[in-house]
């Protein structure tokens, strides 16, 4: 069965940085564009960041740019995001998603969701 597992949030000081990873398993990741979304609790999902599946579109959200960078391993079937100087209104659950075509509006149900991992800025 398909499935994306993140990992790496966390706990962090406003300006630090966390790396978060997304693996897939059951699905070649090379054959998707990935993208990584975030929902803040009373808040609609949305979307940080994405990259084509020939990773020749890259978007970031205006509010990350500059922040935060988004990649993939092919070799390892991961994806990541690289999120520095975190910022007071980053907190939310991060979530990544697979999708043949997607962009800022996270793609609908049947494509491939993680489960989340949630992120904390706070000193």
């Known amino acids: 069965q398909a499935q994306l597992v993140e990992s790496g949030g966390g706990l962090v000081q406003p300006g630090g940085s966390l790396r978060l990873s997304c693996a897939a398993s059951?699905?070649?990741?090379?054959?998707?564009?990935i993208g990584w979304y975030r929902q803040a609790p009373g808040k609609e999902r949305e979307g940080v960041a994405f990259?084509?599946?020939?990773?020749?579109?890259?978007g970031y959200a205006n509010s990350v740019k500059g922040r935060f960078t988004i990649s993939r391993d092919n070799a390892k079937n991961t994806a990541y995001l690289q999120m520095n100087n975190l910022k007071p209104e980053d907190p939310a659950v991060y979530y990544c998603?697979?999708?043949?075509?997607?962009?800022?509006?996270?793609?609908?149900?049947?494509?491939?969701w993680g489960q989340g991992t949630p992120v904390t800025v706070s000193s």
């Open positions: 998603a697979a999708a043949f075509e997607l962009g800022f509006v996270p793609p609908p149900p049947g494509n491939y």
């Open positions: 059951g699905i070649t990741l090379a054959d998707y564009g």
């Open positions: 990259i084509s599946n020939s990773d020749g579109d890259i």
